[in-house]
């Protein structure tokens, strides 16, 4: 059975001419399969349907029947492979296809076309499915970096957070041993100038017991070695403890701090109200005994 030129399958095929002339030029008319390939892997080309141009020393066949006074250039080789196989002779001589058999020799082209898209399709598909792992990969890895970045980021903030109560705690741990050091301190002051003080009382209870005139002992005056203290805080709820009458009023302060619902890093100070008396730095440390805050005293918090 005759068999129709690669650019003749094409035709039957229902491929236009300018892209059967591209197909066959392009593939040096190797054989419809390489043809029909080099199509599908072109048919999205801007210039797909754009008249065939052969280089410099090829030429197009066109139809016999061209109705153009000038004929068309033909594809050189015709395209160069059909001319080599056979001489004009047996061109010549070849019979032409019976319908049956160009339907047949369609069909079986029609057929390798099938098989070759569905081919094409498969592998677009594993490409596909491919660049879809890649693309979950790539997802999972960037996840997992935000999320060690965003771990990271928290332990840094629980590290400071430790780092800063830490600090709170030892400098409150600092201002309670200065206030021991400096109760330490005053009573062994107080303490050692005690004895002689108590010489002089006795030479007045002397001279009065030896008055005719007196009609017995002054009554002393009670000495008291603690106060108690009421604090009223800035929201008017109020605090109460006993401090010794030497403590001096920073331990009143310390106390607030730590007890009262002032928020940290609020700084505050402490007033008198009756009479009306604000406390300074320099009273901080002077003994609640010399402020005169002894036996009780109600003292009200305010802000700076």
């Not at 399969?33 to 080099?38: F, L």
């Not at 048919?43 to 029947?65: R, S």
Request: aromatic share 4%; glycine share 4%.
């Amino acid at each position: 059975m005759a068999e129709l030129t690669t650019l003749e399958s094409l035709l039957e095929m229902g491929f236009e001419r300018n892209r059967a002339e591209k197909a066959v030029a392009n593939t040096g008319n190797q054989g419809i399969e390489q043809a029909m390939d080099w199509l599908m892997e072109h048919e999205n080309d801007p210039d797909i349907d754009e008249p065939y141009v052969p280089p410099v020393g090829n030429v197009l066949a066109e139809d016999a029947d061209n109705q153009s006074s000038t004929e068309q250039l033909t594809l050189a080789e015709d395209i160069a492979g059909d001319e080599s196989s056979y001489s004009e002779d047996n061109l010549s001589a070849k019979r032409p296809m019976t319908e049956e058999e160009k339907r047949e020799q369609v069909k079986r082209l029609e057929e390798l076309m099938r098989v070759k898209q569905a081919e094409r399709r498969e592998r677009e598909r594993a490409e596909e499915v491919e660049r879809e792992k890649m693309r979950r990969r790539q997802g999972q890895e960037l996840q997992q970096i935000r999320q060690k970045l965003q771990d990271d980021e928290m332990k840094k903030l629980a590290d400071q957070r430790r780092k800063e109560k830490m600090e709170d705690k030892l400098a409150r741990q600092r201002v309670k041993d200065k206030i021991a050091r400096d109760r330490e301190e005053r009573a062994q002051k107080f303490g050692a100038g005690a004895p002689p003080s108590t010489a002089p009382s006795a030479q007045p209870a002397m001279s009065s017991a030896s008055s005719p005139t007196s009609q017995g002992p002054p009554p002393t005056k009670k000495e008291y070695d603690e106060s108690r203290i009421q604090v009223r805080l800035l929201d008017g709820s109020t605090i109460t403890t006993v401090f010794k009458a030497q403590e001096p009023l920073a331990a009143v302060r310390v106390y607030v701090q730590m007890n009262g619902n002032t928020p940290e890093g609020q700084d505050f100070t402490l007033l008198s109200p009756y009479p009306r008396h604000v406390y300074t730095e320099l009273d901080m440390e002077k003994p609640l005994k010399e402020l005169g805050l002894v036996p009780s005293a109600v003292l009200v918090v305010t802000k700076k």
